[in-house]
């Protein structure tokens, strides 16, 4: 079956500790994407990759950073320096850029101790 | 800025009745829209999209929504809730002075009432 996998379901991050979340996608999509999620503010843009070894900062980037080594791998590394890392993270994909449907994946959700 | 408003951070029906979910963009051009459903602690899935052409576009689980470029609107609609209906909504909005990448409504809560 052709999607996204993310993984874990569920992280625990503690105090000054660097986090991965991983995002894999069988679908043979150019371009990626994670996204923050929290109550009543629906999905905020965080990095977007349209090609391998090629990324750009999305809306909330700060404290977050991501690679692109792979066309079907889009890690997202949630740094000691995001203050406030507890949410919902989500990956999709898509075939180019924007106006293209874009297919999420099941999400990770990160608590912190 | 661009921005979408989702009128209604919660909406209840009941079951059988008409399901309206309001979503208006900010643009002048005219954008590409999509709906996506979320179910408790799962991903988004696409309900359906505008792009070019027919103004009334049909989706999955028989919901529908109309893009009126006058009302800068894109409001989702179901006949007849089911239980099953109940999710997380959300509209998007692909603009092009974005980079065409979407920017999210905050979401319709749908609670649907036996």
């Known amino acids: 079956d052709g999607g996204i996998t993310q993984s874990p379901k569920y992280l625990f991050r503690k105090e000054g500790q660097n986090v991965t979340l991983s995002c894999e996608q069988n679908?043979?999509?150019?371009?990626m994407y994670w996204y923050r999620q929290d109550p009543g503010q629906g999905l905020r843009l965080i990095y977007y990759s349209q090609i391998v070894n090629d990324f750009q900062k999305g809306d909330i980037a700060e404290g977050y950073s991501v690679s692109r080594e792979k066309k079907e791998s889009f890690p997202l590394t949630v740094t000691s320096a995001q203050k406030n890392p507890t949410a919902f993270y989500l990956c999709?994909?898509?075939?180019?850029?924007?106006?293209?449907?874009?297919?999420f994946g099941p999400g990770t959700r990160l608590l912190v101790l | 800025a661009q921005s979408v408003t989702q009128l209604g951070s919660h909406v209840s029906v009941s079951e059988g009745a008409l399901v309206l979910l309001r979503c208006n963009y900010s643009?002048?051009?005219?954008?590409?829209l999509f709906w996506y459903v979320q179910y408790p602690n799962q991903g988004l899935q696409l309900l359906l999209k505008?792009?070019?052409?027919?103004?009334l576009v049909k989706g999955i689980n028989g919901f529908e929504a109309e893009f009126k470029k006058s009302e800068t609107s894109f409001h989702l609609t179901k006949p007849s809730a089911h239980m099953s209906d109940a999710a997380e909504y959300f509209c998007a909005v692909s603009y092009m002075e974005y980079g065409n990448k979407l920017v999210f409504g905050a979401g319709t809560i749908l609670r649907v009432k036996s």
């Open positions: 679908l043979n999509h150019d371009a």
């Open positions: 505008y792009t070019t052409g027919a103004t």
């Open positions: 643009s002048s051009v005219p954008p590409y």
């Open positions: 999709a994909s898509s075939i180019d850029n924007g106006q293209e449907t874009q297919y």
